[in-house]
């Protein structure tokens, strides 16, 4: 019985985690692709470097969750991508609390794509 308890626990707070934070929109690799060439986007691949350099999208500039987001800029929305989207949910939390407006995560990151 307790098995369960904490097996249920652990799903909850997966689901938690991957919950998108409040005004973040979540976009498929389809509607990426359709975007990539737009300008007034920004686009940021939250990997870290060696996983950059190993396979990216050219429109992407490689900022690691973790690093500082002070110097993006805030007129523009930021499209954020990571591995599977763990990282970049993440990311765009912290941009949102950072007053970054408009935000979209790649839902399934590079592996969807």
């Known amino acids: 019985m307790e098995i369960w308890i904490i097996i249920a626990l652990v799903a909850a707070f997966f689901v938690w985690r991957m919950k998108p934070a409040k005004g973040v929109q979540s976009i498929s690799t389809t509607q990426l692709k359709d975007m990539l060439n737009d ?6 691949d939250v990997r ?3 996983e950059y350099k190993g396979r990216h999208i050219s429109q992407f500039k490689n900022v690691p969750l973790g690093s500082s987001f002070e110097n993006l800029p805030k007129d523009k929305e930021i499209i954020v991508i990571c591995q599977s989207g763990m990282r970049s949910s993440q990311a765009c939390k912290q941009l949102k609390k950072q007053g970054f407006e408009r935000v979209s995560n790649v839902r399934g990151g590079m592996s969807a794509y």
């Open 48 to 50: 870290t470097p060696a």
């Open 39 to 44: 300008k007034d986007k920004l686009f940021i």
